[in-house]
């Protein structure tokens, strides 16, 4: 029986075995810690599918390997079975790759340069007056975040979350329908589980666009690059003295010029109004 890489997300095409927790020879239990992958957006260890004893290990820790790719085989039985993701347990630092990079960083750097390539870059930018919202204990971003959503008529948005070793994107679902203080909540639930490599395969993935908020660092304007996947990104700038830039980074094969700043136009009305 083979055992292959499972698709931890929806535009996840490839990943990181990180570690195997078993060797060849050993027995294996059904929902066992089998192996470990690191990919661009989770870190996860991934559950045996059955039980049995592990025969062969085909892509041994280190190396990538892509969705579907078979990673193992099981003595005894015939078969195919994609392995079922949990979240690990106990994280650890990425090991350092060529140039510094951890796994994690280096997949990413590999996606933008990919996402550069391949992708018609678009971008525009609103300095927006944000004096007369009240946040009534909400977080901004999750200001942004429903704004986005209700601009695109979309329910997940996804939010970069920077961790030990890389950036993830986990998703807010119901974003454009629940309260700003549900979405507060759930963006913290999403940043302190990322944090601590809790999340779920189901966290992450299926985004409709993302946001990006490079003020909470203090950056007045930043123009990200669009992932391969999704078609928008939103990226707020610090407040101050009650105003921020915002800057929509857009596909040029979703949006032409008028449509992207229409979107973000939309979005700058969407947040006034909340």
Same mark, same amino acid.
């Given at each position: ?12 095409v490839e990943g990181v075995v990180s570690a ?23 870190? !996860? ?10 025969? =062969? &290990? ?40 060529? #140039?510094? %990079? #951890? ?6 750097? =590999?996606?933008? !340069? ?7 870059? #678009? ?10 919202? =009240? ?31 890389? %950036? ?18 759930? &963006? ?17 993935g299926g985004a409709a666009a993302s946001v ?5 660092? #203090? ?46 136009? !939309?979005?700058? =009305? ?5």
């Amino acid at each position: 029986m083979n055992v292959e890489f499972p698709r931890l997300a929806d535009t996840l095409v490839e990943g990181v075995v990180s570690a195997w927790y078993k060797k060849p020879g050993d027995t294996v239990k059904r929902g066992e810690p089998l192996f470990a992958v690191e990919t661009d957006k989770v870190n !996860t260890d991934v559950e045996s599918p059955c039980d049995g004893v592990l025969a =062969e &290990i085909l892509v041994p820790e280190g190396e990538h390997a892509d969705v579907g790719q078979i990673l193992a085989r099981f003595a005894g039985e015939e078969g195919v079975h994609t392995a079922v993701s949990r979240p690990i347990a106990a994280p650890a630092p990425s090991p350092a790759a060529s #140039g510094g %990079l #951890g796994a994690m960083r280096k997949r990413i750097a =590999e996606r933008m !340069t990919e996402a550069r390539a391949t992708i018609a870059q #678009g971008s525009c930018a609103k300095l927006v007056d944000l004096s007369a919202i =009240e946040r009534r204990g909400a977080s901004w971003t999750a200001y942004f975040v429903k704004a986005f959503a209700q601009a695109l008529e979309a329910d997940r948005i996804g939010v970069a979350v920077e961790i030990q070793g890389g %950036l993830v994107v986990p998703v807010v679902p119901d974003a454009r329908d629940a309260s700003l203080h549900d979405i507060s909540v759930r &963006i913290a639930d999403l940043a302190a589980r990322a944090r601590e490599n809790a999340l779920k395969a189901t966290d992450v993935g299926g985004a409709a666009a993302s946001v990006t908020n490079v003020g909470a660092t #203090g950056t007045l304007l930043a123009f990200p690059l669009v992932a391969p996947g999704e078609p928008a990104i939103l990226a707020p700038g610090a407040i101050v003295d009650g105003r921020c830039w915002l800057a929509l980074c857009y596909d040029r094969a979703h949006y032409d010029e008028y449509a992207a700043d229409r979107l973000l136009t !939309t979005v700058v =009305e969407r947040l006034r109004a909340l």
